[in-house]
Antibody
Framework: EVQLVESGGALVQPGGSLRLSCAASGFTFSDHYMEWVRQAPGKGLEWVGRSRNKANSYTTAYAASVQGRFTISRDNSKNSLYLQMNSLITEDTAVYYC???????????WGQGTLVTVSS | DIQMTQSPSSLSASVGDRVTITCRASQSIGTYLNWYQQKPGTAPKLLIYIASSLQSGVPSRFSGSGSGTDFTLTISSLQPEDFATYYCQQSYSTLWTFGQGTRVEIK
């Protein structure tokens, strides 16, 4: 069974940094694209970025709203995905989900999400 | 970026009703269109992928259609557990985008 478990959400001040983690199990992690999606309170879903798979050299892509501030990485030995968030702004307040995806393919498995609150 | 526009934003329906939600892309996306269901406090769940393929375990009352720029999610007979918010999402371009969501409420 595919399982994704996010952690690391917290209250952080504007301008601060935070790193989220996503622990994956039940599938061959290095074979899959992994995505981050967020949802601000009471709002819709927003794609944040992705780490491609081994066949695509684990390259990354980001939404314009986070480009230059957020960095996605992965540790395939630990089956873990990370989201390093710097220069946080209040608009980054959201539940952050990791999900399994792929170019042209849907998000077929999701974690439970972790809440990030950016506030002074 | 490709913009995804859903309509309606919300609807009220009764158990047993046929419900249709539409999603329009700002440019052609072929059939790279997926549908998700989200209930309050939970993660989204994949319902339909590549416009019309039913995800394993999803009831057959859900169906999807369309190609190019216009897509439809249909629930043939609404059940109590179907009251939720539904999102379309394009996986055509490098930068993915979601529709704004359609909230299905009990009439």
């Amino acid at each position: 069974e595919v399982q994704l478990v996010e952690s690391g959400g917290a209250l952080v001040q504007p301008g601060g940094s935070l790193r989220l983690s996503c622990a994956a199990s039940g599938f061959t992690f290095s074979d899959h694209y992994m995505e981050w999606v967020r949802q601000a309170p009471g709002k819709g879903l927003e794609w944040v970025g992705r780490s491609r798979n081994k066949a695509n050299s684990y390259t990354t892509a980001y939404a314009a709203s986070v480009q230059g501030r957020f960095t996605i990485s992965r540790d395939n030995s630990k089956n873990s995905l990370y989201l390093q968030m710097n220069s946080l702004i209040t608009e980054d307040t959201a539940v952050y989900y990791c999900a399994r995806g792929g170019q042209g393919w849907p998000l077929d498995s999701w974690g439970q999400g972790t809440l990030v609150t950016v506030s002074s | 970026d490709i913009q995804m526009t859903q309509s309606p934003s919300s609807l009220s329906a009764s158990v047993g009703d046929r419900v249709t939600i539409t999603c329009r892309a700002s440019q052609s996306i072929g059939t790279y269109l997926n549908w998700y269901q989200q209930k309050p406090g939970t993660a989204p769940k994949l319902l339909i992928y590549i416009a019309s393929s039913l995800q394993s375990g999803v009831p057959s009352r859900f169906s999807g259609s369309g190609s190019g720029t216009d897509f439809t999610l249909t629930i043939s007979s609404l059940q109590p557990e179907d009251f939720a918010t539904y999102y379309c999402q394009q996986s055509y371009s490098t930068l993915w985008t979601f529709g704004q969501g359609t909230r299905v409420e009990i009439k």
